[in-house]
């Protein structure tokens, strides 16, 4: 391989290396959980994007999210994938609906612990059912 074929290579690699540096699974669950509020990006039926500031609570290393009958909840039914905003940082991410009874509960009691009575109120004025998701890597 010639030299200048070898910085290239080398260069490729350093660059593949920086863009999974950005990957979804380089999320830090434990300072997001730190956050009170971040930011989801869906899709409209249009297309355009829909940004809303939500509620994200960390179970067992993992990042869940709340919602009723929004319309970025319906948006995600259309697509699940989402764009996460937290600390300045942005993760491609995949929303899975939680179906499992007990890790819902769990969820649930999280949401509880992390925003308290402001969760108390939410559960009064939410649109709907709730649904849990869970955020995972693309």
């Known amino acids: 391989m010639s030299t200048t074929g070898g910085r290239l290579a080398r260069f490729t690699v ?7 540096a950005g990957d979804a699974r380089a999320i830090d669950w434990a300072a997001a959980d730190a956050e009170q509020v971040v930011q989801i990006v869906t899709r409209n039926e249009d297309g355009t994007p829909r940004e809303t500031k939500v509620w994200l609570v960390v179970v067992e290393g ?3 999210l709340r919602t ?3 319309r970025w909840y319906a ?8 764009v996460l905003r937290v600390a300045g940082a942005e993760h491609a991410l995949r929303a899975e609906l939680v179906e499992d009874p007990g890790l819902v509960e769990r969820v649930v009691a999280a949401f509880r612990t992390k925003y308290g009575f402001s969760d108390r ?18």
């Open 75 to 82: 948006n995600l039914e259309r697509d699940p994938d989402v």
């Open 121 to 138: 109120m939410a559960g009064l004025i939410r649109f709907g059912d709730a649904h849990i998701m869970r955020l995972v890597p693309r």
């Open 14 to 20: 350093l660059v593949a290396a920086w863009l999974f």
């Open 68 to 70: 009723g009958g929004t």
């Open 62 to 64: 993992q990042g869940y």
